[in-house]
């Protein structure tokens, strides 16, 4: 939109009963005498939309060019979108335990905050999975209004999540939240930066929009890491705990899986492996202005060869898919 | 001779009625406020990105979320189609426009007036970027004057506040915290 543009001057009519439809209250002032007042009356500007605020499904990918790419096995570009659908949708569960429960206000709403940014991009992944692969979406009762999204958010079982197991792991301490948030910022920021030359439309723009988002995400860990590291004795003893409890998970966010290799072959997604270099490097200048020494810890093992990309996780996995789920599954038709 | 000029002026009407059915819808699209900042519309925020009509009437307009997660998206859908249809344009589609993404660079100069205006500090320049993102592990350096006294005397207290692009500084001088709306 060009900026300041001039309105002309026969368009003012227009303008004021816009203007008044904004600003028309639906319901007179609040009277304390009136026992049919309320005290919320006047809260929301007289605005009667707003009454509904954020209560309605909504299709998050409405109007977006949604295209698929040609050159790519459709069943392929859906799990693959699953996979860093999940992975935010995990790590957004965890981090909104923190809510109403931080070590103080201005984190509780740090957290809260980057918890959002990640289930808004769980959202469009989740939306573009279905739309690239409906096969993926579980079936629910004929005439259910749940999306697909919520359907796979809600109505998959633990085995049939994508994620890697980092964000799985319950939160801990506060240094053990910080320390799974820098991991794993550090490497979906470094996955992004390369995304956004997907011939993907949909992944390409959540990449691109992504990167702002996590940016704050990583340095607001890494700056937690650092004070915690060269705080206090005993936030030392914690954060070195922590990486010591997280780092065996760090190593299969780097590992490829079949899908990953084959979306990036067919240029639409990118291959784990090719930033763990990159993210070495952003680690070890907070590992090293931190004063603490590199992780060394062998990596956590896979189960039989599946991790959780496979589908194989920690038991952690199905507490909080459990507790994310239950009010969903138990209304499938939307109703209560 | 008198056929073609009859032609070019039945031409030039129907330009003229389009254009101004456009700037119609434009206004009235324009007036929509952020249901977040009351005080700013959806154009001063740079969220409304187009705004078509078609030749029967039918009102395109496209918007851009702030932030992934902005869960204010569907109200301003909602508003946007009500204030166009008191406007007279019953058929109206919000599309949502993810690319390019939103930058706080989008903020009109008289957007940037009603946050201060309303005691809220607007955004800086977004840095250019080059290469991967740095990281930072110093409180991000801001210029930035008290809203309420002007003092550039002012600390940050969180990067992140009560809606994401948000975040939270006092002001040493007069004591006082203030938002700031986020470099993005």
Redesign the interface.
């Given at each position: 939109?060009p900026?300041?543009t001039a309105?002309?001057d026969?368009?003012d009519a227009?303008?004021s009963?816009?203007?008044d439809?904004?600003h028309q209250p639906s319901h007179p002032a609040p009277d304390p005498n009136d026992a049919h007042g309320s005290v919320y009356d006047g809260l929301l500007?007289g605005?009667p939309?707003?009454w509904?605020?954020?209560t309605?499904f909504?299709d998050?990918?409405?109007?977006?060019d949604t295209t698929m790419p040609e050159g790519v096995d459709a069943a392929d570009l859906g799990t693959y979108c699953l996979m860093l659908a999940d992975d935010a949708l995990i790590a957004s569960q965890r981090l909104s335990e923190w809510c109403s429960r931080a070590p103080d206000l201005?984190?509780d709403?740090?957290l809260?905050?980057?918890a959002?940014?990640?289930?808004?991009?769980a959202?469009?992944l989740l939306a573009r999975a279905a739309a690239a692969d409906p096969s993926l979406v579980p079936a629910l009762p004929e005439g259910s209004p749940v999306p697909a999204e919520d359907a796979l958010a809600f109505f998959r079982d633990a085995g049939e999540f994508r994620n890697v197991r980092l964000v799985e792991l319950d939160n801990g301490d506060f240094a053990v939240t910080i320390v799974k948030l820098l991991l794993h910022s550090s490497a979906r920021?470094?996955i992004f930066?390369q995304l956004v030359d997907s011939r993907d439309?949909?992944l390409?723009?959540?990449a691109?929009?992504?990167?702002?988002?996590?940016?704050?995400h990583?340095?607001?860990a890494?700056?937690w890491f650092?004070t915690l590291a060269r705080g206090t004795e005993e936030s030392r003893r914690r954060i070195d705990a922590a990486l010591g409890q997280v780092s065996p998970l760090q190593a299969e966010m780097f590992a490829t899986h079949a899908v990953e290799a084959r979306v990036a072959a067919a240029g639409v997604g990118v291959d784990p492996a090719t930033v763990a270099d990159?993210v070495a490097v952003?680690l070890a200048?907070?590992f090293a202005?931190s004063g603490v020494d590199q992780p060394t810890k062998a990596p956590l093992a896979a189960v039989q060869g599946r991790q959780g990309r496979d589908g194989m996780h920690t038991e952690a996995l199905s507490r909080i898919v459990g507790e994310m789920q239950v009010v969903a599954r138990a209304h499938p038709m939307g109703q209560w | 001779m008198t056929t073609t000029t009859a032609t070019a002026t039945a031409t030039a009407t129907a330009t003229d009625d389009a254009t101004?059915i456009r700037?119609?819808a434009l206004?009235?699209a324009r007036?929509?406020?952020d249901?977040e900042m009351?005080m700013l519309t959806l154009?001063d925020l740079?969220i409304?990105?187009?705004v078509e009509v078609s030749g029967s009437g039918a009102v395109t307009v496209?918007i851009t979320?702030t932030?992934?997660?902005?869960?204010?998206?569907?109200?301003m859908?909602?508003?946007l189609v009500?204030?166009l249809g008191?406007?007279g344009f019953a058929d109206a589609?919000?599309?949502?426009?993810?690319?390019?993404?939103?930058s706080s660079d989008w903020i009109?100069?008289?957007g940037r007036q009603a946050l201060t205006d309303h005691g809220l500090s607007a955004p800086g320049r977004v840095p250019v970027r080059s290469g991967?993102?740095a990281?930072?592990?110093?409180?991000?350096r801001r210029e930035l004057h008290c809203p309420q006294c002007g003092s550039g005397a002012v600390e940050l207290?969180?990067?992140?506040?009560?809606t994401?692009c948000k975040a939270?500084y006092r002001c040493t001088s007069c004591l006082e915290p203030f938002e700031h709306v986020?470099e993005?």
């Open positions: 939109m900026d300041e309105m002309p026969e368009l227009i303008q009963v816009a203007d439809v904004v500007g605005d939309s707003h509904a605020f954020g309605d909504e998050p990918l409405a109007g977006v201005e984190d709403i740090a809260s905050n980057i959002l940014d990640l289930l808004g991009q959202r469009l920021i470094a930066e439309h949909v390409s723009a959540v691109a929009k992504g990167i702002k988002e996590l940016t704050y990583r340095d607001y890494g700056r650092l990159a952003v200048q907070v202005l | 101004r700037e119609r206004a009235a007036s929509v406020t249901p009351p154009d740079g409304l990105r187009s496209a979320p932030y992934t997660g902005c869960p204010a998206m569907a109200t859908r909602d508003d009500r204030v008191v406007a589609t919000i599309r949502v426009s993810l690319s390019p993404a939103w009109t100069a008289r991967p993102v990281l930072s592990l110093m409180p991000t207290t969180s990067e992140f506040g009560p994401a939270l986020k993005i």
